[in-house]
């Protein structure tokens, strides 16, 4: 099992900017490839992006065309998501997924097990 908790989310300006941090705990943290998903309203959630262990494989969703670089420190058993130039668009609560490295790194949701309860991101315009 892994317990994911996300944090960072806030009120923020279009145009500004904001990191979003996730802490894993419960496996070694370089046994898990870790993603980011967001729901914004009234709208399914979708893949963010996506950094696999040891940062070798990163994946970017369409709708942000890697405009929000992910990273991670193993020795912090984080994963950090930095939203730049955010729109007011960009509004939503954004979750944190892990799943073991072995299933691989994609954007399907169905592949992460694990996922954090979700931090709100509001920009207003």
């Known amino acids: 099992q892994v317990q994911l908790e996300e944090s960072g989310g806030g009120l923020v300006q279009a145009g500004g900017s904001l990191r979003l941090s996730c802490t894993a705990s419960?496996?070694?943290?370089?046994?898990?490839?870790m993603a980011w998903f967001r729901r914004a309203p009234g709208k399914e959630r979708e893949f963010v992006t996506g950094i696999s262990w040891g940062s070798g494989n990163i994946l970017y969703g369409d709708s942000v065309k890697g405009r929000f670089p992910i990273s991670r420190d193993d020795g912090k058993s984080a994963v950090y998501l930095y939203l730049n130039n955010l729109k007011p668009e960009d509004t939503a609560v954004y979750y944190c997924?892990?799943?073991?490295?072995?299933?691989?790194?994609?954007?399907?949701?169905?592949?992460?097990?694990?996922w954090g309860q979700g931090t709100q991101v509001t920009v207003s315009s």
């Open positions: 419960g496996r070694p943290f370089n046994h898990i490839n």
């Open positions: 997924a892990a799943v073991e490295r072995w299933y691989g790194l994609g954007i399907e949701e169905s592949r992460y097990a694990y």
